[in-house]
């Protein structure tokens, strides 16, 4: 909610992977556009799935990621990530087949 929202610090940005319900979307909105938050990453809504008419779809400082479970072994993931990051800091492309596809509406 927005009190919770107000004790971090300005411009931090939200991850939520956890519950949609947990978000108060209107807080949110509000909180991005003031600049008391810098973004939103969620993979998760409420309701699911997101309705197209939703403000999280197009707001620019929001990504939706697709809600999808499955087991992620820590090591591959980990060191995934690290070549993911160790690609953006020396500006080299990042695999293709780690790139979200935003044709496909995600």
Known sequence: NAELLSWLPPGATVINGARGGHMVVDDIIAALDSGTLGGLVTDVTDPEPLPEDSLL???P??????????FTPVPTA?????????????????????????????
């Open 57 to 59: 779809w197009t707001h």
């Open 61 to 70: 400082k929001v990504r939706v990621t697709p809600h999808v479970a499955a």
């Open 78 to 106: 980990a060191q995934q990530m690290a070549d993911n990051y160790r690609a953006v800091l020396e500006d080299r492309p990042v695999s293709p087949e780690r790139m979200v596809d935003r044709s496909a509406g995600y």
